[in-house]
């Protein structure tokens, strides 16, 4: 079986983003006499999206936060989060060689929990914005991960621009960082590689390959993965 499509997550992948993430998360919340520890981030909310962390961190600390005031810290959050990337650049080193190695192989997508503008805007100060087939992100579907929407929609979205049959999960390699977005990963059906940038090799034991970051990706390696 080839490897035919190679699917990245974004935030703690490819862009050094979480730790701008945690700060707007902190910023928006401290607004509402809410304290959100950067301990408390990483171990319990990283995972979802940013309506997920908003609206677990009000279950979590008793908040009768409506829907309409989660989106409206969703809404803030993302212009704090704007505000923090100027003048920055948040790509991890070696990502982008990675995405041009990866994209120069096989067809890929991103498949993450972070908002569209928020994605294209970083690809595109890069550069790379051309290089990927289909993006997936928040919007797009109506359960983030864990649940394996994301990948699945990716797949679905890669199946149209790969020749030949219909492209299968079992064909494509997920690249994560978190064991959430393995499990969304594997539940979708992929093959899956973590990247230690967010928790060390202990908390990706998911992973059927573990990478210290994207200058170790070897499109060799991933296509032993499938085989």
Not at 17 to 32: C, N, T, V
Not at 82 to 102: Q, T
Not at 181 to 190: I, V, Y
Request: hydrophobic share 45%.
């Amino acid at each position: 079986m080839p490897l035919r499509a190679i699917v990245f997550d974004f935030d703690g992948v490819i862009a050094n983003s979480e730790p701008l993430h945690f700060r707007a998360f902190r910023d928006i919340l401290a607004k509402s006499n809410v304290d959100l520890t950067e301990r408390d981030y990483y171990q319990r909310y990283l995972g979802f999206d940013d309506f997920g962390v908003f609206t677990t961190i009000g279950d979590d600390r008793g908040q009768e936060w409506s829907p309409r005031d989660v989106a409206d810290f969703v809404a803030d959050k993302a212009l704090r989060l704007e505000e923090l990337e100027r003048d920055v650049s948040v790509l991890f080193p070696g990502a982008a060689d990675a995405i041009r190695r990866a994209a120069a192989a096989v067809p890929i997508a991103i498949a993450s929990g972070a908002l569209g503008p928020e994605i294209r805007r970083i690809l595109s100060k890069a550069g790379l914005t051309r290089y990927f087939a289909a993006i997936v992100s928040a919007e797009d579907t109506h359960l983030s991960k864990p649940a394996p929407d994301p990948y699945a929609h990716a797949v679905a979205l890669l199946r149209a621009k790969v020749a030949g049959p219909p492209l299968q999960p079992s064909e494509c390699v997920a690249i994560e960082d978190s064991r959430w977005g393995l499990e969304s990963a594997r539940a979708a059906g992929l093959r899956t590689v973590g990247v230690t940038n967010s928790y060390d090799a202990a908390e990706l034991t998911l992973a059927d390959l573990v990478i210290g970051s994207l200058t170790d990706l070897d499109i060799e390696d991933l296509r032993r993965l499938v085989h």
